[in-house]
T-cell receptor
Framework: DQQVKQNSPSLSVQEGRISILNCDYTNSMFDYFLWYKKYPAEGPTFLISISSIKDKNEDGRFTVFLNKSAKHLSLHIVPSQPGDSAVYFCAASAQRGNNNDMRFGAGTRLTVKP | KAGVTQTPRYLIKTRGQQVTLSCSPISGHRSVSWYQQTPGQGLQFLFEYFSETQRNKGNFPGRFSGRQFSNSRSEMNVSTLELGDSALYLC???????????FGPGTRLLVL
């Protein structure tokens, strides 16, 4: 059951432009959302998170937006850099403190061209 | 501080065999979770251990099992391997259950 969906398997953007990665979820009980970045041959690295009490969280070049009514979140990277090229996983949890309900999307491969 | 380490990094087994994967969490982290990653499926939760007790379990058959030792190191065992078990197995640790997880590099298992 794909409760977390990343419908774009890949995305290519030019260096300096904005990258927007999207994620949709179906479980209205999810209240904590995370983005992970994964380079080849490495494990996923935590990037940024957002709680359902917020609709935006910003950390440097990375901003996550949450639209609870649409069950949609997005990760904005601006400006994009070639080092941002990686696979990005969206994750959602129904209750902070319960890893069992943390579901991951299939990932979106971002390529930032110089 | 050293990160999460997993051994071995690569493994080739044949159907019917069993395999044990090892994970050493970040020092001080008490929660260890295991995930299976296959192409197009994202990361699927296997189970979580906290203070040597299995706290949560995902929707995987009983062939998948694990344990955690007093030093928080964890092992995952898969018995009677099937071709579909070929995947990247990732271990993640966190200070407490539900906190941000830090992943190891994974063990890539190929079942022939």
């Amino acid at each position: 059951d794909q409760q977390v969906k990343q419908n774009s398997p890949s995305l290519s953007v030019q260096e300096g432009r904005i990258s927007i990665l999207n994620c949709d979820y179906t479980n209205s009980m999810f209240d904590y959302f995370l983005w992970y970045k994964k380079y080849p041959a490495e494990g996923p690295t935590f990037l940024i998170s957002i709680s359902s009490i917020k609709d935006k969280n910003e950390d440097g070049r990375f901003t996550v937006f949450l639209n609870k009514s649409a069950k949609h979140l997005s990760l904005h990277i601006v400006p994009s850099q070639p080092g941002d090229s990686a696979v990005y996983f969206c994750a959602a949890s129904a209750q902070r403190g319960n890893n069992n309900d943390m579901r991951f999307g299939a990932g979106t491969r971002l390529t930032v061209k110089p | 501080k050293a990160g999460v380490t997993q051994t071995p990094r690569y493994l080739i087994k044949t159907r019917g065999q069993q395999v044990t994967l090892s994970c050493s969490p970040i020092s001080g982290h008490r929660s260890v979770s295991w995930y299976q990653q296959t192409p197009g499926q994202g990361l699927q939760f296997l189970f979580e251990y906290f203070s040597e007790t299995q706290r949560n379990k995902g929707n995987f058959p009983g062939r998948f099992s694990g344990r955690q030792f007093s030093n928080s190191r964890s092992e995952m065992n898969v018995s009677t391997l099937e071709l579909g078990d070929s995947a990247l197995y990732l271990c993640a640790s966190s200070l407490q259950s539900g906190e941000t997880q830090y992943f190891g590099p994974g063990t890539r298992l190929l079942v022939l």
